[in-house]
């Protein structure tokens, strides 16, 4: 019923779709996402095409309906990876509505664990929205949250 793909720098208007419906439905205001749209696509792009941002996307008779981004990031070691300074760190996991709960996430979120082992990392970490949580949990993802100071 789904076929999966990986990304292409082609998908960049895909992510920062899914990004903002991302945080839409997690009750972000639009005033903040609007104040974000641009800057993270500017992030993005040259990291999608340079493959530093990876990841899939789910497609359902051809056409987009979810995906996943990684990356690699440099970490200092830590509790849950002493021996390694870098984690996998997973973000815009997102599926279109009519299509969740049919195990697209759980699929897309396989992918990202398997990549991560390929790529010989002991750790891979998300933020997760409330919304998303229970999967993570599901998953055998641990319970915590990032605690964090806006300077601005």
Not at 76 to 85: I, K, R
Not at 97 to 125: F, I, K, N, S
């Amino acid at each position: 019923m789904y076929q999966y793909r990986e990304v292409a720098p082609g998908d960049l208007d895909l992510i920062c779709r899914h990004r903002r419906e991302m945080f839409t439905d997690s009750g972000r205001p639009a005033q903040v996402l609007a104040a974000m749209a641009q800057p993270f696509r500017d992030w993005l792009a040259p990291r999608l095409a340079s493959g530093v941002y990876f990841g899939w996307i789910a497609q359902a008779q051809g056409r987009p309906i979810g995906g996943l981004g990684m990356q690699v990031i440099d970490w200092a070691p830590h509790p849950n990876h002493p021996a390694q300074d870098r984690r996998g760190y997973i973000l815009n996991v997102f599926v279109e509505p009519e299509h969740r709960g049919r195990g697209v996430a759980t699929a897309l979120m396989a992918m990202a664990a398997d990549e991560g082992r390929r790529r010989g990392l002991d750790y891979l970490a998300l933020h997760a929205t409330e919304k998303g949580r229970p999967l993570y949990a599901k998953l055998g993802w641990s319970q915590g949250k990032e605690m964090g100071l806006n300077l601005k």
